[in-house]
């Protein structure tokens, strides 16, 4: 009878264990990672898209309006420094060239005549001076008034020269005019556009009112990409720095880039955070082949980097520099570190964890918490 309730109670135990064994918690299934070292790099980003840009651009008009009697470029042709691109009508202002220049020949040929007149009166003065020194044949009088003649054609030269230069002056003003009419390359580049067409009427753009440039000028020689970054990550960033460029219509990232420019100042827009611009500069041709001024681009200034550093990804760590460490019970447990170096993959552990210590990365995953048994996802 005793063996009979032995087994009894035995039986019952062992399906009470049974049941309570099903009942148990599962093991939550996570994904981890094992520290090791790697490479880690402090980066800044721009915080809104950035633009690639030629290295100088000018929009081109003339300083005078008037109607288009030359346009000598079209749409992709290569110009040269001072080569004309444009020219408004100027007939009239290029007839008073003319018409100075006449007046300087005029002018010189006067002054010659008044110059020969001065030194003929003067050797006239000569003679009765010395007539009325030595022989006394001529008046006091006389050579008084030869005298006065001799230094009143004297003026007279100098006047006459003084007008050459006049005249010459007057060239100079009528030639200028005609430079306003006329639209010249400032640099060496490429016309990227022309909005304009023979006999139209073409004007400077009006103080504060922006209107179409007759000619769009771009230098291609170089390119930079310019791009706004937050006022409190700029002040880290020197000229002279690393950085890479990602563009949109392109998949690799171009690393040959410098900072060659930080904005002096803050840009302050309505209903957005302040920023600095700041420009990379690509030094590496390879880099700069099929780029188009206008792209949409991001850079990432490089401030510090570590080749060979224990590291661990962005995605298992927590608020206040946590992680969720893997016991070797499979259990978990809330460990803190001090960070060091981070960007937006890794971040340096400077202590608090070791290399070879297996952390969760799935996070988020519902159920995963501190003293939660779980099991590493393969």
């Known amino acids: 009878m005793k063996s009979k309730t032995l087994i009894v109670a035995t039986l019952l135990i062992t399906i009470a264990a049974l049941f309570f064994y099903s009942r148990r918690p ?46 000598r470029v079209k749409e992709g042709d290569k110009v040269k420094q001072g080569q004309v691109l444009l020219e408004v009508w100027n007939q009239d202002l290029k007839a008073q060239v003319v018409l100075q220049k006449a ?51 004297r003026a007279a030269c100098r006047a006459a020269q003084q007008a050459i230069e006049v005249a010459e002056a007057q060239l100079g003003v009528a030639e200028a005019a005609v430079q306003r009419t006329l639209v010249k390359a400032p640099f060496d580049g490429t016309v990227a556009e022309v909005n304009a067409e023979l006999g139209e009427f ?4 009006p103080p504060g009112i922006p209107t179409l440039p007759p000619i769009d000028l771009l230098d291609v020689s170089c390119l930079t990409v310019s791009a706004p970054i937050d006022e409190v990550d700029a002040a880290s960033i020197k000229t002279g720095m690393s950085a890479c460029v990602s563009l949109d219509a392109f998949p690799d990232k171009r690393c040959s880039g410098i900072v060659t420019r930080v904005a002096p100042y803050v840009l302050e827009k309505e209903k957005q955070a302040r920023t600095v611009e700041v420009e990379v500069t690509l030094r590496d041709p390879k880099d700069l082949a099929e780029l188009l001024p206008g792209y949409s681009a991001d850079i990432e200034v490089l401030l510090s980097q570590k080749e060979h550093t224990l590291r661990l990804p962005a995605e298992a760590i927590l608020e206040n520099h946590r992680v969720l460490l893997i016991a070797e019970d499979n259990v978990l447990h809330e460990q803190s570190f001090q960070p060091g170096l ?37």
Request: aromatic letters at 2%.
């Open 26 to 71: 599962q093991p939550v299934e996570v994904e981890a990672y094992s520290l090791a070292e790697g490479e880690v790099r402090a980066t800044v980003a721009n915080t809104r898209v950035g633009t690639v840009k030629a290295c100088r651009r000018a929009y081109l008009a003339p300083a005078t309006g008037g109607q288009v009697a030359e346009l």
């Open 103 to 153: 007046q300087i020949n005029a002018s010189r040929a006067s002054a010659e005549q008044a110059c020969q007149l001065a030194g003929g009166a003067e050797r006239e003065a000569a003679r009765m001076t010395q007539l009325q020194k030595h022989k006394n044949v001529v008046s006091v009088e006389q050579v008084d008034k030869s005298v006065t003649g001799g230094k009143s054609q």
């Open 202 to 205: 073409v004007t400077p753009s």
């Open 342 to 378: 981070s960007n937006w993959s890794f971040t340096e552990v400077l202590s608090g964890l070791k290399a070879g210590d297996k952390v969760v990365t799935s996070v988020g995953k519902e159920g995963v918490a501190a003293g939660v048994t779980v099991r590493v996802k393969p």
